[in-house]
């Protein structure tokens, strides 16, 4: 029920599942996709709290990545 955990473990559990799925040799992006849908059926699950937070962390989440991409296409320019 503690928001910090359930975002931290939000963010690793798709990791972790694409690492099992290789370490078995089967295709690491569909197990991704599986634990993709499976935390998206069970959102609702979650309390305000949470979800108030994941929106924050998803956000600064993608401006980071922005950047680092517009960053590597401002290098090979």
Known sequence: REAL????????????AYA???????SGVL????VALCLGHRA???DFA?????DAVWKMV???LESAVFAL????L
């Open 20 to 26: 099992v799925a290789e370490q078995v040799h089967a």
């Open 31 to 34: 197990a991704v996709v599986v």
């Open 50 to 54: 949470t979800r108030l937070q994941e």
């Open 5 to 16: 955990l359930q975002n931290t473990l939000s963010l690793l559990i798709p990791f972790v």
């Open 73 to 76: 296409i401002g290098l090979q």
């Open 62 to 64: 993608a401006f980071v």
């Open 44 to 46: 609702w699950q979650v």
